[in-house]
């Protein structure tokens, strides 16, 4: 039995919360019975460690950065009658063009200008991983989640809210006046979007009446877009808000200040800002299918056990960022003060209806 010490941990008590697959189970008891790898594969299989490492965590993050950079550059081609990205891997229709961008960002030189303010300035692309990590182990999958508390809704939208202030900061570190403008900007569109966004999910959590996710999850026996859909299409607005999408990408607007706050960033730093709105439109993405979507719930697949669940809340969030993807095609970038305008007034007020909404569902015990 291997002991972790001071933490208290033993093989067994990995193995008594494993992720169940039954269909490689005895792969699995084989791998068990190897000193040394038997143990990794319980750590990587514990429960927490897999919503952390597997999904909704890092490698689909990962992946699901590589798929719809690509795929959204792909679908917008198609459109404008253009094939895309086709020369990597010619016969896959350049499938894999993210990772050849991303290994082509990491072997340029990053160039940190003389006025930039140099700690900050290559410290903040990188503590943003920080709130784009963290909401990964409060969104559960089934029965996959990280931390379970309580309060896992209203702690993974504070999280999620400090990823524009980081945004913010990274515009002052470059200390150029076109990261300001972007700055600027940023900041306009996260306080016009951030009060219909968190009224739509206090909405949902009248409904379900309670915050804990898997509670949420549990109770949609009616998927939530049909309980409060209005609720639903504010959360979708505000998404696109949040994640800088056509119609509402007015931070970056590269026709006018080349890549808002971000302006100033080459190599493998441009790599990680660049993929800063793709990270956030997946953990949004993740919170949808949870509100409203009905998460991991879905007809049962015995042999994959708890991987089920996974399928299916994979399949309900990459159709949330499919759509997302499809409004950069199809929509003209709108003015700040248009984008405004409809956030502190017809956002506002529906957001304030879908909380009525959920009052009154609250009220009646629907759910």
């Known amino acids: 039995m291997v002991d972790l010490g001071l933490l208290g941990l033993t093989m067994q008590h990995f193995i008594d919360n494993m992720v169940s697959i039954p269909l490689i189970q005895p792969l699995i008891d ?11 594969v319980a750590i990587i299989l514990w429960r927490p460690m897999f919503a952390l490492l597997i999904f909704p965590g890092l490698a689909t993050l990962m992946t699901v950065l590589l798929f719809i950079i690509w795929f959204e550059r792909k679908l917008t081609a198609r459109i404008q009658w253009r094939r895309g990205p086709l020369e990597v891997l010619r ?21 940190v200008h003389r006025d930039a303010h140099r700690p900050y300035f ?31 809704l209203p702690i993974t939208v504070a999280i999620v809210s400090l ?6 900061a990274i515009g002052w570190a470059s200390n150029s006046r076109f990261a300001y403008i972007g700055t600027v900007r940023e900041a306009f569109m996260y306080f016009a979007y951030e009060i219909p966004f968190i009224l739509a999910v206090v909405s949902m959590i009248l409904v379900y009446g309670t915050a804990d996710m898997v509670t949420i999850v549990e109770k949609q026996s009616i998927p939530g877009i049909i309980l409060n859909p209005i609720a639903a299409l504010v959360f979708f607005i ?5 994640t800088s999408r056509l119609p509402f990408e007015i931070p970056e607007a590269d026709q006018e200040i080349a890549f808002g706050p971000f302006v100033e ?12 709105a793709y990270e956030k439109m997946y953990i949004l993405s993740l919170l949808m299918s949870v509100l409203f979507l009905g998460g991991g719930n879905g007809p049962t697949i015995p042999l994959l056990g708890d991987l089920s669940a996974v399928i299916w809340m994979f399949i309900k969030t990459m159709v949330v960022m499919v759509a ?44």
Do not use: C, H, K
């Open 30 to 40: 084989y791998l068990l019975g190897i000193p040394v790898i038997g143990f990794v």
């Open 91 to 111: 016969w896959a229709e350049g499938i894999i063009q993210a990772l050849a961008d991303g290994l082509r960002y990491f072997f340029q030189e990053v160039i």
């Open 122 to 152: 290559l410290q903040f692309p990188i503590l943003i991983f920080i709130p784009v990590l963290l909401p990964l182990l409060f969104i559960p999958v089934g029965n996959i989640v990280g931390i379970r508390t309580p309060y896992a």
């Open 163 to 168: 990823i524009p202030v980081f945004i913010v």
């Open 238 to 242: 505000s998404t696109v808000m949040a």
């Open 265 to 276: 960033y080459s190599g493998i730093m441009f790599g990680l800002v660049m993929t800063i």
């Open 324 to 367: 997302l993807s499809f409004l950069r095609s199809i929509y003209a970038r709108i003015r700040l003060d248009q984008a405004l305008r409809i956030s502190w007034t017809a956002m506002l007020q529906i957001s304030l209806l879908a909380v009525a909404i959920g009052v009154v569902l609250n009220l009646a015990n629907v759910v």
